[in-house]
C-alpha cells in the first residue's frame, strides 16, 4: 500500500472525503459564473476600480506597440480598454470561464481559456510587455510560485502589475455588525477557497524575488457611500454569500442583515477595503514600437 501524502491520513474504505481548508476555487465553491447577476457583480466592481487600473496602466506607457495579458479577465473591461482606447497591438485575455469575454473578441483582442495557475503548460502565449491581474492572485494557491511565472512571461522592460484586496480595520470598531460581516467574509473565503488577504501585502516582495525591478506598490480606497456602485458590490457579494458567512463565518444571522441595511443607509461612516496594486518590470531594454 502507497504511503499516505504527509498532513493527510489515509482513509477507510467507503469512508467520505472531507476536502481540506481553502481546497475550493472561485467560480465553483462560490460565485458560480452561471449564477443570475454575477456578472453584474464584477461589474459593480469594475465601475469602481476600473478607473484607477487604468490609471496606473497608463503611467507605465501602456500602447500602440504594447502586447498585453489580461489574467483572469472577468467581464473583459480592462482587456476591452487595453484594446479598444489604449491601443494595444493585442491583448490576450485569458480566464477558465471565457463566457462573458468571447462577444469582446476582434482583431486585436484574442480569448484563450485556461487555468491561470497552470500557465506554464500554455507555451504558445508567448510573452508579454504587460501582464496583469486583478483581484486574481489572492484566491490561488502557490502565489509565490505564481508571480515568479508570470515574470517569466514578460519581455524584457515588460511590466507585471497585480491588484488585490487590502483590508483597513478599524481597531477602535472591532465588534460592529459591519467589521464582523467584513471579517466573517474573510474567514470564509480562506476556508472555502483558501483567500489570503495577509498575503497581498507581501505582492511587492514577491515581485522583486521574481527578479523584476523598479518594484512599487500604491493602496487605494475608494468612498465606501450609500448608493453607489462599491456599497452594490460588497451588498451583492454578502447576500451571495449569506449561507456560508452563517456557517463557516460563524457569522449571526441578524448581525448579516444589519450590515447590509448600514450599508444603504445615511448613516455609513466607514473606509472600506481599498485595491493594493504593485509593479515592477523585467531588466532590459524594450525592443517594443515607441520605447
Do not use: K
Not at 45 to 50: E, F, R, T
Not at 169 to 194: C, E, F, K, V
Amino acid at each position: 500500500m502507497a504511503p499516505a501524502s504527509e498532513g493527510h491520513p489515509e482513509q477507510a474504505p467507503g469512508t467520505p472525503s472531507t476536502p481540506r481548508p481553502g481546497a475550493g476555487r472561485y467560480g465553483e465553491a462560490l460565485f458560480r459564473p452561471e449564477q443570475p447577476g454575477e456578472g453584474d457583480r464584477i461589474d459593480h466592481a469594475a465601475l469602481v476600480y476600473d478607473p484607477f487600473t487604468r490609471q496606473r496602466l497608463r503611467s507605465l506607457g501602456v500602447g500602440p506597440g504594447w502586447r498585453c495579458l489580461e489574467a483572469g479577465a472577468g467581464t473583459g473591461t480592462i482587456a476591452r480598454w487595453l484594446a479598444e482606447e489604449a491601443g494595444a497591438d493585442e491583448v490576450v485575455a485569458l480566464d477558465r470561464d471565457t463566457s462573458r469575454l468571447e462577444p469582446l473578441a476582434g482583431p486585436r483582442l484574442r480569448v484563450h481559456t485556461a487555468d491561470l495557475t497552470r500557465i506554464a503548460d500554455e507555451p504558445d502565449l508567448g510573452t508579454f510587455d504587460l501582464v496583469h491581474a486583478r483581484f486574481v492572485l489572492m484566491h490561488l494557491p502557490e502565489r509565490r510560485a505564481l508571480v515568479s511565472r508570470l515574470a517569466e512571461r514578460l519581455n524584457p522592460g515588460g511590466f507585471l502589475v497585480l491588484s488585490d484586496a487590502a483590508d483597513v480595520p478599524d481597531p477602535a470598531d472591532p465588534h460592529s455588525a459591519y467589521r464582523q460581516t467584513l471579517n466573517a467574509m474573510w474567514r470564509t473565503l480562506a476556508q472555502t477557497i483558501g483567500t489570503d488577504i495577509a498575503a497581498v501585502r507581501a505582492h511587492p516582495h514577491a515581485l522583486r524575488a521574481a527578479g523584476l525591478s523598479g518594484v512599487a506598490a500604491e493602496l487605494v480606497c475608494p468612498p465606501l457611500t450609500p448608493g453607489t456602485s462599491l456599497t452594490a458590490f460588497w451588498s451583492e457579494t454578502w447576500r451571495r454569500m449569506r449561507p456560508d458567512l452563517l456557517i463557516a463565518g460563524g457569522l449571526e444571522p441578524a448581525a448579516l442583515d444589519e450590515a447590509l441595511a448600514y450599508l444603504d443607509s445615511a448613516g455609513l461612516a466607514e473606509l472600506g477595503p481599498g485595491m493594493l496594486t504593485a509593479w515592477g518590470h523585467r531588466p532590459g531594454r524594450s525592443a517594443r514600437r515607441g520605447a
